[in-house]
């Protein structure tokens, strides 16, 4: 077992997973997401000219929920309303600004993975492209789920999340890693929201209407808050386990331009 460990180069990719922090980094991920990304979207949800639901019914979606704990999640998570018409303009720039903060903690885990220097602050933008992209990326898949079902959802959400994954690794990296290198991180992000959202089904689903009872809301943040942190390690993790895939399996050797 111990020469099949190192013949694989498991070590080494747990070696890594300590060197960038990953725990840490997802932890921060899902922190960041709870107090800067979800107002974002809560606002961009509230703004839907085809009102699908709102936020809650995004996150609930993305969690994979459904029946009584989707229920109690809209129910203690939907904003108000009057939402858009509380939110002013400072307010609004707040909102975008912390989403660029967002963007920019996983610009720089990308950057410790691929082992490359902290990008300079002008490229502030690329966070705010990234950010507007991931919101539409977002919006699209949950969209779709009242337009297709069945096999062509499953082909079109798994398109569109490894375009979108592929691409957001090389925005934000600034065109410093080729495509290639990029796509098995991009693949193995998808294959891990997939199966993050299975046990999500099975684990978070009874999990949220158990809290609901015993802590109320708090419980049911605390779910939500958990769930971040595995999104938070998938994106991390998945973007590592491609770098590890590159230098170890010979899918290819790390260049930059």
């Known amino acids: 077992m111990r020469d099949a460990w190192h013949r694989l180069g498991a070590h080494t990719l747990v070696r890594r997973g300590r060197d960038v ?27 839907d000219p085809l009102g699908r639901g709102g936020f809650a019914s995004w996150l609930a979606d993305g969690m994979g929920l459904s029946g009584r704990s ?35 903690s996983v610009q720089n885990g990308y950057e410790r993975i691929w082992g490359l220097a902290a990008g300079p602050w002008h490229r502030v933008w690329r966070q705010a492209v990234w950010m507007i992209a991931m919101t539409l990326y977002l919006y699209q898949e949950v969209q779709t789920r009242s337009l297709v ?23 934000l990296l600034g065109g410093q890693v080729r495509w290639s290198e990029l796509l098995p991180g991009a693949v193995a992000t998808l294959v891990g929201l997939v199966g993050l959202r299975t046990f999500s089904y099975f684990v978070f689903t009874p999990l949220i209407v158990t809290n609901a009872i015993s802590y109320g809301a708090v419980g049911v943040v605390l779910v939500v808050e958990s769930w ?30």
């Open 228 to 257: 971040l942190i595995g999104v938070g390690y998938v994106f991390f993790g998945g973007a590592l386990l491609g770098r590890w895939l590159l230098d170890h399996h010979g899918l290819g050797r790390t260049a930059r331009r």
């Open 21 to 47: 922090e990953l725990m840490h980094r997802a932890m921060g991920f899902a922190t960041l997401a709870l107090v800067t990304l979800a107002p974002l979207l809560i606002v961009v949800a509230a703004a």
């Open 149 to 171: 079902s069945g096999p062509e959802r499953i082909a079109l959400s798994t398109a569109s999340g490894v375009l979108f994954f592929w691409w957001g690794q090389r925005f």
């Open 70 to 104: 989707a229920r109690v999640l809209t129910d203690i998570i939907s904003p108000p309303r009057e939402v858009i018409g509380t939110t002013s303009v400072l307010g609004g720039v707040a909102l975008a600004v912390f989403g660029v903060a967002f963007a920019g």
